[in-house]
Structures are given as structure tokens and as C-alpha cells.
């Protein structure tokens, strides 16, 4: 059964500073690889997406992830955070069975000092 | 808009009301899923969908119940209201041969149980 880990439930960054959260998965076979970001009493919005090829992945708003299969990592990074970054950050992982169903981790909830 | 929608938006329940959750789709999509949100836990898959008469279980299907009678419509049913199904719910689609590709939430039903 697949699996998420965001060891960081919140992380507090100065504004343009940089950002980097974690995610650990485990999965037996290639993963799909996510990130979502929500906002207070928001949905979710997809930041990016890792399905294969070139493992250094971007995204929307400035971030990117790098997915590394030794480590069964895919790190979410941004060289310079903004206020309006404060949010809440989850890592998934997909499977092609269940109706294609995610996995979720927990959640990293960041906040940015001004 | 092509997309998922969830009505109603928010909801207040009294323990032991019975209420449906509404989820359409309008992009033919065969897999229809739906999670709820908890904090500290991400989002985990209550039931889905793989096409019109076929569903099944998720990871906390408890308490609730689903049919899927048509490709666009897959409602979630709360049989008997809860303080536990305090959450906020969220409905997604895809399609079985793109997958992950189009993968579509919706923006969430805020669910209170009081």
C-alpha cells in the first residue's frame, strides 16, 4: 500500500527567504507524483505534478520539485517566498487502481513573517 | 465551466440527520472519487467510482454510502449524521485512459455535525 510522509507539520519562513518542504512516499512501483496547496477555507490547487522523464519538476507561483527515486523523495522548493505563499502544502501520491486514487500526506502548513 | 461541481457549499447537520452531498462532472470522466479533509491527516478516499453502476470502497467508508447511476452524478450519502463526519469533503474525477492527467477537484463541501 502506498504511503505519505510530510515530516514538517509547520514550517515559518521570512518573506523572501527560501522554502523547501519535505516529502517522503512508499510505493512499489513508478509513482504519480504531487503537490497541492490550499488556502484558509479554500480548495485545492494543483502546483505541479511528476509522472516521469526529467526529474526536476516546475510549477505554477515559482516552485518546483525534485523527485528523487534513491531517497523516495520529491522535495517541494521555492528560491523566494511571498506573503501570499502562506498556506497549506500537500504532498500525494497516485495509483493507477482504486479509480486512480491519491494518497495524501498530512500537510505542511507554512507562514510567512514579513 | 467544465469541471466538478459540489453543492451544497457549506452544511450544519444535527447527529442522526440524513443528508446527500452533491457531485457532478462534466467531462465524461469514468472514475469518480470521494475524500474528506481532516487536519493533521490530509485527504483519505471514502468510496469511488470506476463507471456508472460500479463503485467501491475506500479507506473509511463508514457511515456513508454511494451510487453512481450515471457518468456525471456520484453523490455521497451520510445515513446517520455523526460528530466523527465533521469534515470538509472533497469530490474528484479522471479519466481511465489519460489518469492522472485530468485529475479534478472539486472546491469542497464544508460539512459540521453538531
Known amino acids: 500500500a502506498q504511503s505519505v510522509t510530510q515530516p514538517d507539520i509547520h514550517i515559518t519562513v521570512s518573506e523572501g527567504a527560501s522554502l523547501e518542504l519535505r516529502c517522503n512516499y512508499s510505493y512499489g512501483a513508478t509513482p504519480y507524483l504531487f503537490w497541492y496547496v490550499q488556502s484558509p477555507g479554500q480548495g485545492l490547487q494543483l502546483l505541479l505534478k511528476?509522472?516521469?522523464?526529467?526529474?526536476l519538476v516546475q510549477g505554477i507561483k515559482g516552485f518546483e520539485a525534485e523527485f528523487k527515486r534513491s531517497q523516495s523523495s520529491f522535495n517541494l522548493r521555492k528560491p523566494s517566498v511571498h506573503w501570499s505563499d502562506a498556506a497549506e502544502y500537500f504532498c500525494a501520491v497516485g495509483a493507477r487502481a482504486a479509480g486512480n486514487k491519491l494518497t495524501f500526506g498530512g500537510g505542511t502548513r507554512v507562514l510567512v513573517k514579513p | 465551466n467544465a469541471g466538478v461541481t459540489q453543492t451544497p457549499k457549506f452544511q450544519v447537520l444535527k447527529t442522526g440527520q440524513s443528508m446527500t452531498l452533491q457531485c457532478a462532472q462534466d467531462?465524461?470522466?469514468?472514475?469518480m472519487s470521494w475524500y474528506r479533509q481532516d487536519p493533521g491527516m490530509g485527504l483519505r478516499l471514502i468510496h469511488y467510482?470506476?463507471?456508472?453502476?460500479?463503485?467501491d470502497q475506500g479507506e473509511v467508508p463508514n457511515g456513508y454510502n454511494v451510487s453512481r447511476s450515471t457518468t456525471e452524478d456520484f453523490p455521497l450519502r451520510l445515513l446517520s449524521a455523526a460528530p466523527s463526519q465533521t469534515s470538509v469533503y472533497f469530490c474528484a474525477s479522471s479519466s481511465r485512459d489519460t489518469g492522472f492527467s485530468g485529475y479534478t477537484f472539486g472546491s469542497g463541501t464544508r460539512l459540521t455535525v453538531v
Open positions: 467531462m465524461n470522466h469514468e472514475y
Open positions: 467510482s470506476v463507471g456508472a453502476g460500479i463503485t
Open positions: 511528476y509522472f516521469s522523464g526529467d526529474t
